[in-house]
């Protein structure tokens, strides 16, 4: 079945320096999504990507969905404390029903 | 704002019990989920539905069953609980395949124990 695998599954920054997680599936997509959960909360939609090689911006968040939609990447500029959280990756593909498949998640944890 | 309400936030049930945790949806979504959630092994898909009295198993459904008789409510059933049901469950609902375009709106969980 469909696979979704995300890295890392944790990264410390100080505040103010990027972070980036990865998002592999071993299957071609039909879409992308990705969600927040802060701590102690549960996950929250943040933007959903569907064509090869698209790019979204949301302030200092930046999606992208790869040329063979098979994976994505999201990166934060200049990271802040209201960053912290769990960021899942949920791809869409030919499994039963096209539902989403989530990623293992990346906690981010930023030091002020 | 679609809303996905939970029953409870915090339970605490014996070895055995049968137990219900319920979810309900304001938003006409035709797709529910149920979730559990543990450290380390991120969201695993319990039972999922795409219309009323309709389910599907999902990856772990093992010591689990679900009703849906109507649209708004998705019943996550355990029918003897075990303390390796210890979790938080997480409900989700949707409109459209993959997420749809708004993506799965989560409930606030329920952090079931098991003693």
């Known amino acids: 079945g469909q696979q979704v695998m995300q890295i890392p599954q944790y990264q410390h920054v100080q505040e103010g320096e990027d972070f980036t997680t990865y998002c592999n599936s071993s299957?071609?997509?039909?879409?992308i999504q990705w969600y927040k959960q802060r701590p102690g909360g549960h996950p929250v939609f943040l933007i959903q990507l569907v064509k090869s090689g698209e790019v979204k911006k949301q302030k200092r968040l930046t999606f992208q969905f790869g040329e063979a939609k098979k994976n994505s990447s999201l990166h934060i500029t200049a990271t802040q404390t209201t960053d912290v959280g769990t960021y899942f990756c949920a791809g869409g593909g030919n499994n039963a029903g096209n539902m989403l498949t989530f990623g293992g998640g990346t906690r981010l944890m930023v030091k002020p | 704002d679609v809303k996905v309400t939970q029953s409870s936030r915090y339970l605490v049930k014996r070895t055995g019990e049968k137990v219900f945790l319920e979810c309900v949806q304001d938003?006409?979504?035709?797709?529910m989920f149920w979730y559990r959630q543990d450290p380390g092994l991120g969201l695993r898909l319990i039972y999922f539905s795409y219309d009323v009295k309709m389910k599907e198993k999902g990856d772990i459904p093992e010591g689990y069953s679900v009703s849906r008789e109507k649209k708004e409510r998705f019943s996550l059933i355990l029918e003897s609980a075990s303390t390796n049901q210890t979790s938080m469950y997480l409900c989700?609902?949707?409109?459209?395949?993959?997420?749809?375009?708004?993506?799965?709106?989560f409930g606030s969980g329920t952090r079931l124990t098991v003693v």
């Open positions: 299957t071609t997509l039909s879409n």
């Open positions: 989700a609902s949707s409109l459209g395949g993959a997420g749809g375009v708004d993506g799965y709106t």
């Open positions: 938003m006409d979504h035709e797709n």
